[in-house]
């Protein structure tokens, strides 16, 4: 239960028969439950759902109708970081969990300039387990401050879904490049040997290169991109993957209530060239691979994408910071799955001490080859 996240509100969206409270979705039950009198209220589910794909390019041309979430949310920004969420109404001192920043309220309308996601992944982790796993997570690494998990102070997190793309697009791509032949010649060659010039007989390396072409057909499945800015993409791209093969549902605004959702920084003709850069990228190294011989050089590549289609889902996150020395550290956890990344301070006398023993070793064991060889 997500009770004390900050992303309650006064509204009554989604109230509980028995009390009247704020009904708000149970990651650990997956159910919907009452804070106050603690019914629980399941979430019909679609049988054998299945995401339906969008056709992109009719997409983009056809200037869909925009339709929002379908629940009245209140937008709060960052002037720090420039983070915006979407938050059920009645809250007015969130904090921005990447920062610490406190959020400056908006718009309090319920008009939405979002396309209406038809699928997310509901919290499967909740406030607890987020918290567990920050404490797990915070005291890790041996080049980390010995006090860090006393010292380092949790200041916010909160629960948010955030805005995805993904996208399947058929590549065909055709390339050509010079493929390269090792072989190998005798030859004599100068050597130094204690201190003086001997010849001696090596083999060398040569390289024959002779012209090549080819063709492949790719397909790609789901290829997901969030719609957030670089401050925040870093941190996201850490807690990957998420399954979108198995776990979607049909979109709920139910599995909203208790959580707020991360605004998004890209629209949909962005968040494509992002994908589309991944997917060519990709082609050129699996064409890379398909060059004959031992190496190769001036590799052209020529990707044509086609039968292109998207979907817009929401992911969960448990995003937040904690402070350490008067310094705010954020971190991100996948509400999936639990993985958790984020920056901590270095602790630069480990740092020190490692380095320095790695010098005398290097010392030593040059010290020991030369006395050898002498």
Known sequence: MNKGTGVGGSGRTFPCQNCGGELEWNPSKQE????YCDSLIPVPRVESFEAEEHDLLSFLEDHPKIEGYG?????????????????????VDLTCPFCATKFVLEDASTSEDVVKPESMLPFK?????SRNIFKRWIGKGWFRPNDLKKM??????????????????????TWTAMAGYYYYVTKRVPVTENGKTVWKTRQVRKIRWEPASGSRHDFYDDVLVPAVADERLELILKIYPYDTKHSLVAFDKRYLAG????GSDMDLKRVYLIAKQNMESDQRKLCAGDVPGDTHKNLNVLTRLSKQTFKHILCP???GSFMYKKQVF???????????????????VKISLACAFAAIVAFLVYWFFLRGGG
């Open 152 to 173: 380092g102070k949790l200041e916010k997190v909160l629960g948010l879904y955030l805005p995805f793309f993904t996208f399947d697009s058929n590549a065909d791509s």
């Open 32 to 35: 919907m439950q009452c804070p």
């Open 125 to 129: 982790i909740d406030l607890k387990e």
């Open 71 to 91: 629940v009245q949310l209140s937008k709060f920004s960052c002037k720090q970081c420039g983070a915006t969420v979407k938050v059920p109404p009645g809250r």
């Open 317 to 319: 996150v448990w995003a």
């Open 259 to 262: 959580f707020g959702i991360l």
């Open 330 to 348: 954020p971190f991100v956890i996948n509400g999936q799955t639990g993985r958790v990344y984020g920056r901590k301070p270095w602790s630069w």
